[in-house]
DNA sequence: TGTGATACCTTTTACTTCGAGGTATACTCC
DNA sequence: GGAGTATACCTCGAAGTAAAAGGTATCACA
């Protein structure tokens, strides 16, 4: 049997969703546009990438979901759980791994 | 017809090895075993990563290859071209770009 | 002789992310 | 009334990277 981790530099979509629903909820259409916002147009996610992950956050129990009706129009709001909270701590400490990683590697030229 | 950039977070084994070989030329077995040091045990890729991107930067021209024996074991050494002193600075500004974003949106909010 | 380290390589699988599409409502402008 | 734009949701298929596992061969050493 075969079997694969993810990709160790995977999941900073998830990362990003968690942190802005870690501040407020929102709902699927804005979270694409903040996040272009809040990294300074670094990084942008389309909606291809955002409403999967948000699905597959809700089933796993990170999220909950409520939908509201705003000028006619639905809006799908989703909150972090405790769950989440949890998830998006642990996230934050391996993204802070793997960047100080990358960041030693790149500093010292000191060789020979 | 359906056209796909490359997923915005990858090209971080190949940043990694083309730093290495800018300091000295390595071969590949050698190169496993360093990016797991420098990057303090923070990223360890295995032979089936590093082998196939040593081949496809070689094919792009960014690396030149030199067999050398050794103690009757043959080791591939790889350098840098000159087009891969390019490549290098171009993925290091696009891994700054992404990690300052990342930066910015974990970065305490200030708000209410 | 057989085990472990060195050194190369490839193939298969798993996974994420991307792009393009599709639906529907509301608002504006002509 | 019709066209066009913005909002808001969604899904499917393709693309591409990285992971794991396996395969070969040499050398040292016990």
């Known amino acids: 049997m075969r079997q694969s981790n993810p990709p160790f530099m995977s999941g900073v979509p998830e990362l990003l969703l968690l942190r802005l629903l870690g501040q407020r909820e929102m709902y699927g259409y804005e979270l ?24 597959s956050l809700e089933r796993n129990g990170a999220l909950k979901a409520k939908r509201k009706k ?24 391996e993204w802070r791994r793997i ?12 060789n020979a």
Chains 1, 2 share one sequence.
């Open 32 to 55: 694409v546009r903040s996040i272009k916002l809040v990294t300074n147009d670094a990084i942008t996610l389309g909606e291809g990438v955002i409403y999967p992950v948000l699905h």
């Open 70 to 93: 705003v000028d006619g129009r639905t809006r799908v709001y989703y909150a972090l759980t405790a769950r989440g909270r949890k998830r998006l701590e642990r996230l934050h400490g």
């Open 99 to 110: 960047q100080s990683g990358v960041a030693a590697a790149m500093e010292e030229p000191a």
